[in-house]
């Protein structure tokens, strides 16, 4: 009979979130799961939502009322997948091959406006793939430069206030990126990877007065590349207004949707927009159609998931082992939650047209499995528990096993 004290293990399941022998993490286990449940609200609503609202235009332009419908169940299912199959997988691996990562996305960014160059593919696309395969490339950057973001934060604790040390590679590989997003041209998504970068930078701890100058100088080269593009300034003079026809022609149809909502909606498959009224009502603005079927209550809710699923990649990040996973669930949890702000924000005509999708709801099979490996990371993350030699000795007596 062979005596043996309990090994430091991690646990085996992220959905149980306990591993033998340990102290149940509480904040975590709940986390873990309500993120779960959430996320799992939030397609399931997307799924019902991208019917509703793309069945008119998936008639006209495919003839064939449900083709959103399956192709949205379809990448809902293989999401899912990506979840449970990434939630599996120590996030460990990610650090070791951040570096690969972020240089291949942005070899695809350098490859995709080489395209666009030679005249390969049009000028106004996004996507990188043959046929039906196909990706939006600044997702892949955007995931890879907040994993390498997290890695290089961790790594440089010790001289994260440091400018040349610390800073200045920092902000070299954020602002590579978010110039060549912006040169697809897609202004919107680059200065959300700019925002994300330079909020993942203050959760680490760079000097704020780095950040404050950098910000400083960046506002205004920004606001000078929206005003370059006539359909950027479009937008702005459509927001100010909102008085233009045609200018304003979304953000009238978008106000009327939500108007016509009211407290309760007018029920499920009822929207007026979706009839071909509002361009892009099931992706930009599926926000609109949730209003206009489900009232102020459906659309307080979907809010309220996305409030929550925040609030859980916060204690999960909080509570995380190690640097690199505190940081990784940070720039995870900023990056969704702030494209669902600016998308509801857009739809509410808080701010002006930008062309960010819903996460998990909107329709787009790309956004939908980044997402998802997002939040298999974060459930990644929450499943390991850093055990401290306090805890160990509080187990006490050690357990024992018997080995024949």
């Known amino acids: 009979m062979i005596k043996e004290p309990l090994t430091d ?35 399931c609503i997307g799924i019902v939502i991208v019917y509703s609202s793309g069945a008119g235009w998936a008639e006209s332009r495919y ?22 199959g990434v939630s599996f997988i120590d996030y460990h691996r990610l650090e070791k091959y951040s570096k690969i990562f972020l240089f291949v996305s942005i070899g695809l960014l350098v490859l995709l406006l080489l395209l666009k160059f030679a005249g390969l593919i049009s000028g106004a696309a996004r996507w990188i793939g043959y046929g039906p395969l196909k990706f939006q490339v600044s997702d892949v950057a955007k995931y890879a430069l907040i994993i390498h973001f997290a890695h290089l934060i961790s790594e440089k604790q010790p001289n994260i206030k440091d400018l040349h040390i610390t800073y200045y590679p920092l902000l070299i590989l954020l602002m590579t990126v978010v110039s060549l997003v912006a040169l697809e041209p897609n202004f919107s998504t680059a200065s959300l990877i700019a925002m994300i970068g330079f909020l993942m930078m203050f959760i680490g701890g760079v000097d704020i007065r780095h950040l404050g100058a950098t910000v400083a100088m960046v506002i205004p080269i920004g606001i000078a590349y929206a005003i ?29 949707g939500l108007g016509n909502g009211g407290l309760f909606g007018l029920g499920i498959g009822a929207s007026k927009q979706r ?12 926000f609109v ?8 209550i459906g659309a307080l809710f979907v809010i309220s998931l996305f409030i929550g699923f925040f609030a859980c990649g916060v204690i999960i990040a909080k509570h995380a082992p190690d640097d690199f996973g505190k940081y990784l669930a940070s720039g995870i949890t900023v990056a969704i939650s702030l494209f669902a702000f600016i998308n509801i924000a857009v739809a509410s005509h808080v701010l002006p047209t930008t062309g960010v999708a819903l996460p998990f709801i909107s329709y787009g099979g790309t956004a939908l499995l980044f997402n998802s490996l997002g939040v298999g990371i974060l459930l990644s993350i929450a499943s390991h528990r850093k055990r401290s030699t306090k805890a160990i000795e509080n187990v006490a007596p050690l357990q024992e096993r018997s080995v024949v």
Do not use: C, H
């Open 275 to 286: 009839e071909l009224y509002l361009p892009l009502s099931y992706n930009d603005f599926v």
């Open 9 to 43: 293990s991690l646990p085996e399941s992220p959905f149980s979130f306990v591993a033998e022998g340990a102290i149940p993490p509480k904040k975590e286990v709940l986390a873990g799961k309500m993120l779960m449940l959430i996320v799992a609200l939030l397609v």
């Open 228 to 256: 370059s593009a006539p359909y950027r300034v479009a937008r702005l003079v459509s927001f100010a207004s909102g008085k233009e026809e045609g200018l304003s022609y979304q953000v009238v149809q978008a106000l009327i």
């Open 289 to 296: 159609v949730i209003g206009e079927e489900y009232g102020f």
């Open 63 to 84: 003839d064939n009322a449900e083709y959103f419908l399956w192709r949205q169940l379809s990448f809902a299912v293989l999401g899912m997948g990506v979840v449970f």
